[in-house]
Each structure stands twice: as C-alpha cells, then as structure tokens.
C-alpha cells in the first residue's frame, strides 16, 4: 500500500533541522560570492510573506536579502527560499479551506525576480493577477510571461 501524501499543511509544519547557517566551501563561496548561507525554516519565510501589505509586493530576491541580514548570514538558500514560499502559498489556501482564516497569508504579493508573477501559485497566474489588480498593483505581459508593471515602485521596505 502507498503511504499517504502529505498536506500542504503537514509539509510547512515539518521541522527537519532548520533554521541554519552553514560555511560555504570553496566552490559554493565562488558561486553565491559569500562565506555563509541561511537555510531558513518554512515559518521565517511565512512570517516574513504574512507581514507585506495590500498594494505592496516583494520578491524571492528581497525576501532572501532581508532573511540573511536578521540572521547574520551572507546569503539565504534559494532553492529553500523558493520551496517554502510554494509551500507557504499551497498552505496557506489549504488553511483558508479549513476556516482557518487567521493563518492566511497573501502569497500572491511574493513574486519572482523582477516582479514576475508566480505560476505555481494556486490558480496560477491569473488567479494571482486578479487579486495584484484587485489591490490596484498593474501586471503586464511581456511575451509569454506575466510581471507588476514597474515593479520597484510596488516594493516593500
């Protein structure tokens, strides 16, 4: 028999051993041009997610730049960064199902690199334009991706 899969829920609140600051060797200090790496814990990203308000956005980018610097590390793992805010954004939908309304967070204001928008989210792309424009945040497409129009001017600080 297969073991159940887990719930967005189960999966934000797994501990593992996290958070933690790691050294970096030699190739990786190369690569992200740092000494130390967070690897943060899904509630850090969460907490910081939960905390942006409406007609402001932020970035994986800022979301790693502030983590690191009130963490005392060089840098924060991207890879971590970017599955915990999918975790976050799929828990957070699942805890709104439940009526557990207190724990929502509006993903849809955390966006890729230069204000892309996310198409992972639940409801993909257009689920998260409608709530960006609903908050009076202007989305454009550029080819076949979608991103805040002027971005920067949107950013939270």
Known sequence: MAAKRKTWIEKFQSKEDLPKIIRLD??????????TMLVPSPEMVYDLM?????????????????????????VT???ATGIFIWIAA???VEMYEKGLTDWVIPY?????????????????????????EAEGIPVIVKGKRVYVKDYEKFLFH
């Open 90 to 92: 799929n828990a957070s």
């Open 26 to 35: 030699e190739q990786q200090r190369k690569k992200y041009k740092a000494e």
């Open 50 to 74: 939960r905390i942006i308000p409406a007609g402001k956005i932020i970035t994986v980018k800022e979301i790693r730049e502030i983590l690191a610097a009130e963490n005392g590390s060089d």
């Open 77 to 79: 793992c991207p890879l």
């Open 108 to 132: 849809w204001r955390t966006l890729k690199r230069f204000g892309e928008l996310v198409s992972k989210y639940p409801g993909g792309i257009e689920a998260q334009r409608r709530q960006l």
